[in-house]
């Protein structure tokens, strides 16, 4: 087999080890670079065929061009959402595309359900707090789930199994899909309803679809004055699912009970690095990040062992298919 030059945008050290480790025994040579993937960071791929690509990279129709110009044939995204890539200008451009679609729904489901309790029941705050030796309890009333309704919008991998693990815990759960999976919902006692029904009865939302034209904003002033008051999100999915301003205004005014949030809308560039000795710029996220019942985790959603092997496992196949002018794996192809 040909040897494979691919650049890894956007690398960190996890990235890095679980590639090596999955490519020990193939003919692979990577060339791992710590930044993102835009129009003026393309040169760095020096010589590259493929190159592999994260959620905040940017595979916009001029940095697909710049990439094809170059030589590069495929694109290989190492995770689930694809809006980081114009997919029509990669075919256009005669770039191949794939993708991780299942990597561990577990992982995301289980980090959704972990917002959701460490958020509800305070533990942060309680963590700081009897760090600190303060054991006072004060503040820190949370709400018994069991017996509450949950509604899960989008019941596709990440979806499905989050509504499970709300069932188990005994809550309600109403679900909301353009594509329902009525024998699922049947074996698991989820109930499908509209969006508007859905947001109308939940006291608890949780965000299942990937970012789309239709999908962008789906919670903003209009659907999150059809909540009930006291309401908790949760947001794993994708940052413009939410209208950050609309959010902060329903925060304010006390509508909203709590915010869990693994995606920002303008994470990128501030999720996934240590900006800790500077100036954050982004003053909708500083103000998110002064309310007490809004929790923020940068992007980890998809962060468990598992998880990156099977990220690794899927990548290196699909570049070794490519090197040697095999098929992708089934269900990776995006262009
Ligand atoms: P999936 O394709 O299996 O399921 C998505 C579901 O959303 C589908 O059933 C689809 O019909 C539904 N949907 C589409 N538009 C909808 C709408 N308007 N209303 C309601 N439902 C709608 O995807 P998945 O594997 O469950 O992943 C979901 C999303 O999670 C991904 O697109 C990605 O953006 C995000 N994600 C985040 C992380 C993380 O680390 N935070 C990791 C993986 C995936």
Not at 10 to 38: G, I
Not at 263 to 290: M, P
């Amino acid at each position: 087999m040909p040897k494979l030059k691919t650049a890894v945008f956007d690398t960190k050290p996890y990235d890095r080890e679980t590639l090596e480790r999955a490519s020990a025994n193939c003919e692979m040579e990577w060339r791992f670079l710590p930044f993102r993937l835009s129009e003026e960071t393309v040169g760095a791929i020096r010589g590259a065929q493929a190159v592999c690509i994260f959620v905040n990279d940017h595979a916009d129709r001029a940095s697909l061009s710049a990439l094809a110009s170059l030589g590069v044939r495929y694109v290989a995204l190492r995770c689930a959402g694809f809006n980081c890539i114009d997919l029509a200008a990669a075919k256009e451009l005669g770039i191949a595309a794939t993708r991780v679609p299942a990597y561990s729904p577990n992982a995301v489901a289980e980090h959704a359900v972990a917002l959701l309790l460490a958020l509800n029941r305070k533990i942060p705050r309680a963590y700081i707090r009897v760090r600190d030796m303060n054991f006072s309890l004060n503040g820190l009333v949370g709400f018994d789930l069991c017996g509450k309704t949950a509604g899960i919008v989008g019941t596709g991998k990440i979806g499905r199994i989050t509504a499970q693990i709300l069932r188990g815990i005994g809550m309600r759960v109403l679900a909301c899909d353009p594509f329902p999976a009525p024998e699922w919902a049947q074996q698991y006692g989820v109930e499908y309803v509209g969006l508007e029904t859905l947001m109308r009865q939940s006291h608890v939302i949780s965000l299942h679809t990937p970012l789309t034209k239709e999908t962008r904003y789906l919670i903003r002033g209009e659907t999150l004055r059809w909540m009930r008051p006291g309401v908790v999100l949760i947001n794993v999915s994708r940052g413009a699912l939410i209208h950050t301003k609309d959010l902060i205004e329903a925060l304010k005014s006390g509508h909203v009970g709590g915010v869990a949030l693994d995606v920002y809308e303008e994470e990128e560039g501030v999720f996934f690095e240590d900006l800790s000795g500077e100036i954050l710029q982004d003053d909708a996220l500083a103000r998110l990040l002064t309310f007490p019942n809004v929790l923020i985790t940068a992007h980890q959603a998809f962060l468990t062992h598992e998880a990156l092997e099977e990220i690794s496992r899927v990548t290196v196949e699909n570049l070794v298919n490519f090197a040697s002018g095999k098929p992708f794996l089934a269900g990776t192809v995006l262009a």
